[in-house]
């Protein structure tokens, strides 16, 4: 049996397409025929349009006999029409009912009118006998002339609707308003690119005073000339032109051999990565720093990146994730530059300048942290 809920929830969306489907065209087969046999209906509606007529010309001649006679063949035929008519519309309204569909406005307007002309019918067969109750008669007998009249415009109506409007008056059509069509693999594009370049920054930060510490460069550097925060920049400006050529090169297979959309202007893109790879680097120096061996660096890299492709927004939206798991991802500098990423790339502009200027100012605290950790340890070679 299937346990991958991804499996399972496809499963059972496909399955309520499918029979949703099946029910449509059983609804539409049902309204089609209620359609072709409303044309068989015209016949009964004249004759009762016919009948009608004839007992409204009885009651102007006074004719007693002849009006009781009108009066039961009037009864007869509308009787008939609205066992026909309503025998299409009831089968119809089922079928709507049935199959989960709501919307039966164009049939509820016949099934007024259909007991419109059924009680004025039962009201013309009264016996008729004072000049108080024939002007009455004739009063209804014109309302259910004008109701036959409007049942007829609303069966010609009926026929020429197309069939599918009737079960199914509305439908969704999307549009997009992005510039550009865009593919799945463009969307995590950036999501890849943002992730990558801050595991690669990180693990060579994380292993450079780590591999010092352990072949006694620190010690050289702590009887040198050269302070803490002169020895933290160098390797920060080192780290950043490697990691400016790495981004280089990705940035050129993803866009120029993947295809991936680049819509937005390329310095504000480098000044994104450069942030990037700035606050990385500040997080592989503390890493570095508090690690005492390099396979104890390259765990706690590997625990970041771990922990960035699940929390970071890269494949699991932040709006699924609950109040502390955000504090987390919101500390990754992996979550700032995946959004970033995607304004630039996709949709061509920045939306949101304030995570630009939050990611810069973590990369600040990880600076001031890296400087204070540096400083203890060349104090302590």
């Known amino acids: 049996y299937e346990i991958d809920p991804m499996q399972k929830d496809y499963i059972s969306v496909f399955g309520e397409v ?38 409204n010309q009885a009651l102007e001649l006074q004719d007693q006999q ?50 419109d002309i059924d009680q004025n019918s039962q009201s013309t067969s009264s016996e008729i006998d004072e000049t108080q ?40 059509e999307p549009k997009s308003i992005a510039s550009m069509e865009l593919r799945p693999s463009d ?3 950036p999501a890849v690119i943002a992730l990558l370049m801050q595991h690669l920054v990180v693990t060579f930060a994380a ?7 352990r072949s006694g460069t620190m010690e050289l550097f702590r009887i040198s000339p050269i302070s803490p925060i002169e020895t933290l920049i160098s390797k920060y400006l080192s780290y950043m032109i490697l990691g400016s050529l790495l981004t280089a090169i990705l940035t050129i297979v993803v866009v120029f051999g993947l295809g991936v959309p680049m819509l937005g202007p390329w310095g504000l893109y480098a000044l994104i990565m450069a942030a990037l790879i700035f606050t990385s680097l500040g997080m592989g120096f503390v890493i570095s720093l ?7 660096a390259v765990q706690y890299s590997m625990i970041l990146l771990l922990t960035s492709v699940f929390f970071s927004g890269a494949f699991i939206g932040l709006h699924l994730l609950q109040g502390p798991v955000k ?20 949709r061509g502009y920045l939306a ?26 060349m104090a302590q070679a």
């Open 66 to 115: 002849r009006v009781q006679q009108e009066q039961q063949v009037l009864e007869r035929d509308t009787d008939v029409l609205v066992q026909t008519v309503g025998a299409s519309v009831g089968l119809i309204n089922g079928l709507n009912q049935a199959m989960g569909y709501e919307d039966d406005s164009e049939t509820a307007a016949i099934e007024d009118l259909l007991n």
């Open 18 to 55: 499918y029979i949703n489907e099946i029910n449509r065209r059983v609804l539409l087969q049902a309204t089609q025929q209620g359609q072709q046999e409303s044309t068989a209906v015209q016949k009964s509606l004249e004759t009762t349009k016919q009948t009608a007529a004839s007992l």
């Open 352 to 377: 949101n300048p304030l995570l630009l200027t939050s990611l810069t100012a973590i990369g600040v605290g990880f600076f001031v942290l890296a400087w204070v950790l540096m400083r203890r340890a």
């Open 327 to 346: 504090v987390v991802s919101w500390a990754i500098p992996a979550t700032y530059g995946i959004r970033l990423l995607q304004d630039i790339m996709l």
């Open 290 to 296: 508090i690690a005492q061996t390099d396979s104890q």
């Open 187 to 189: 969307f995590f594009a």
């Open 207 to 213: 292993l450079s005073v780590v591999t010092e510490r």
């Open 133 to 172: 109750n024939v002007a009455a008669e004739k009063q209804r007998l014109t309302q259910l002339e004008s109701d036959l009249d409007e049942l007829d415009n609303l069966l010609q109506e009926f026929q020429t609707i197309d069939p599918d409007i009737l079960i199914r008056p509305f439908r969704s």
